[in-house]
T-cell receptor, first 110, second 109 residues
Framework: NAGVTQTPKFQVLKTGQSMTLQCAQD?????MSWYRQDPGMGLRLIHY???????DQGEVPNGYNVSRSTTEDFPLRLLSAAPSQTSVYFC?????????FGPGTRLLVL | GIQVEQSPPDLILQEGANSTLRCNFS?????LQWFHQNPWGQLINLFY???GTKQNGRLSATTVATERYSLLYISSSQTTDSGVYFC???????????FGPGTRLSVLP
């Protein structure tokens, strides 16, 4: 079991570029989420999904899109990167009230 | 959604010491979790504890839901306990969590 995996580990973008952060889990969890963590802060919810084909917005969804075509994958797309999106991004899956986090993607937008 | 507060914000211990971390939340909860973020950034779930007491080795947690707080106890601390400890409660967004600001723990050898 690889658990929750994320790629890339680190990415540098220029303002206005787009990119996709990948997230995959092999635990057959229906519930998946994306969070961002800014320096010295806890995590804030961006988007989440309760199952394939179903997504919803979290606390800070602006500037991000998601889709969920399979149970395993939950990619996060940055449409037009801005410096305010510099952060560490965590993907998580959930079962039985417990969340399992991926290792994170560190994103720097110049 | 609920508000989550944690104290203290920073804690420095000598190896072998015990500590108590506190989490207060603004409303009653049916789900509360404690996480440890190690110095490399990895988030590990420690306890799912909406009420009562649980123990896992040197760590234990108690949640008193009626009084809206939870405590995380670390006994005989080790340098590998260093990192940030977050508690998290339920949000208005499905089965997700709102995180407190964390307690940064440094255990010195």
């Amino acid at each position: 079991n690889a658990g929750v995996t994320q790629t890339p580990k680190f990415q540098v973008l220029k303002t206005g570029q787009s990119m996709t952060l990948q997230c995959a889990q092999d635990m057959n969890h229906e519930y998946m989420s994306w969070y961002r963590q800014d320096p010295g802060m806890g995590l804030r919810l961006i988007h989440y999904s309760v199952g394939a084909g179903i997504t919803d917005q979290g606390e800070v969804p602006n500037g991000y899109n998601v889709s969920r075509s399979t149970t395993e994958d939950f990619p996060l797309r940055l449409l037009s990167a801005a410096p305010s999106q510099t952060s560490v991004y965590f993907c998580a899956s959930e079962t039985g009230g417990t969340q399992y986090f991926g290792p994170g993607t560190r994103l720097l937008v110049l | 959604g609920i508000q989550v507060e944690q104290s203290p914000p920073d804690l420095i211990l000598q190896e072998g010491a015990n500590s108590t971390l506190r989490c207060n939340f603004s409303d009653s909860v049916n789900n509360l979790q404690w996480f440890h973020q190690n110095p490399w950034g990895q988030l590990i779930n420690l306890f799912y504890i909406p009420s009562g007491t649980k123990q896992n080795g040197r760590l234990s947690a108690t949640t008193v839901a009626t009084e809206r707080y939870s405590l995380l106890y670390i006994s005989s601390s080790q340098t590998t306990d260093s990192g940030v400890y977050f508690c998290a409660g339920p949000t208005d967004y499905g089965q997700n969590f709102v995180f407190g600001p964390g307690t940064r723990l440094s255990v010195l050898p």
